[in-house]
């Protein structure tokens, strides 16, 4: 199984991303998928999770400002991330509970999002 994200990039504070992960392998289903961060420094934090079924959470920090959201046919997972800030400059990775063989934890190699002031 392989989780590969993409859409990071340098934006400035206030302005919009959207980062996709794709799961591709032997899957037969996905539970919860998310994402999580890891600024320089600190320890990776879940920013925002999905269940299969859709349900949602999100960190405080970027409640009202992100959403995330999957599209199980494809296999995959976004975040819209809105009205961003310096503070929001990390490493983003995407994270997937994947049913193969078993269940597998699964994580993405991770995409830079680096917002200025």
């Known amino acids: 199984v392989q989780l590969v994200e993409s859409g990071g990039g340098l934006v400035q504070a206030g302005e919009s991303l959207t980062l996709s992960c794709a799961a591709s392998g032997s899957i037969f289903s996905i539970n919860a998928m998310g994402w999580y961060r890891q600024a320089p420094g600190k320890e990776r934090e879940s920013v925002a999770a999905i269940t299969s079924r859709g349900s949602t959470n999100y960190a405080d920090s970027v409640k009202g400002r992100f959403t995330i959201s999957r599209d199980n046919a494809k296999n995959t997972v976004y975040l819209q991330m809105n009205s961003l800030k310096p503070e929001d400059t990390a490493v983003y990775y995407c994270?997937?509970?994947?049913?193969?063989?078993?269940?597998?934890?699964?994580w993405g190699q991770g995409t830079q999002v680096t917002v200025s002031s």
């Open positions: 994270n997937a509970m994947v049913w193969t063989t078993g269940l597998i934890n699964s």
